[in-house]
């Protein structure tokens, strides 16, 4: 037997891997991908946690960037408000 590491939800378990080919693995007598995007399989823990740092950066970026699209967007709209009208919406807000 070999031991693997799974790579998933945040964590890295170790795994005993009953036999191997070139794609895919046996673990508990079922057959699994070696590369998959829900739960990857490494020959190494260093790999597993380089790959999962990796996945959530990013996933940082892409929050990072879809938060500027956001405020963009908002500017836009801001800038066709017409300006008598940003006072009312002012109001609007602040009340419960």
């Not at 998933?8 to 170790?14: A, I, L, N, Y």
């Not at 057959?31 to 020959?43: C, G, H, I, K």
């Not at 990013?58 to 300006?83: H, Q, S, T, Y």
């Amino acid at each position: 037997m070999t031991t693997m590491y799974e790579a998933c939800f945040g964590k890295v378990t170790p795994v005993e891997v009953e036999r191997e080919s070139k794609k895919c693995v046996w673990i508990n007598g079922v057959r699994r991908e070696r590369e998959s995007n829900w739960r990857p399989l490494f020959d190494t823990e260093k790999e597993a946690w380089r790959y999962l740092i990796a996945k959530y950066e990013a996933a940082v970026v892409v929050a990072k960037n879809r938060v500027e699209d956001a405020e963009r967007e908002r500017g836009k709209l801001m800038m066709r408000i017409p300006f008598e009208t940003l006072g009312v919406l002012s109001k609007e807000s602040q009340e419960p």
